[in-house]
């Protein structure tokens, strides 16, 4: 079982910038989709960004699509969320979720068996 540590959240102005990590212990990342889905305060969990288990695809929701980047890093057994151009609505607790061997990281929250606590990213207007 992988447990998982987001890092990096806080309170940051609009337009600002965060970047997020995900830092993994108890097994290698190695071959497993990864994702950043988000919750805010009354609303449901949203997909937020996914990087495939090869590392050769991401997907993003269309809100934050040209503004954030997720990226893996193997070696160092960590996925990052850069997020730049951070809007008000960006508010919410990013989680960090993986996903199973050799799996697919399009299913929403379903494709994706382990979850971190959160780390809060509040952005002010």
């Known amino acids: 079982q992988v447990q998982l540590v987001e890092s990096g959240g806080g309170l940051v102005q609009a337009g600002g910038s965060l970047r997020l990590s995900c830092a993994a212990s108890?097994?290698?990342?190695?071959?497993?989709?990864m994702g950043w889905f988000r919750q805010a305060p009354g609303k449901e969990r949203e997909f937020v960004a996914a990087i495939s288990w090869s590392g050769k695809s991401s997907y993003y929701s269309d809100s934050v699509e040209g503004r954030f980047t997720i990226s893996r890093d193997n070696g160092k057994n960590t996925v990052t969320l850069q997020m730049n151009s951070l809007k008000p609505e960006d508010t919410a607790v990013y989680y960090c979720?993986?996903?199973?061997?050799?799996?697919?990281?399009?299913?929403?929250?379903?494709?994706?068996?382990?979850w971190g606590q959160g780390t809060q990213v509040t952005v002010s207007s």
């Open positions: 108890g097994r290698t990342l190695n071959n497993y989709g």
């Open positions: 979720a993986s996903g199973r061997r050799f799996g697919p990281v399009l299913g929403g929250s379903g494709s994706f068996d382990s």
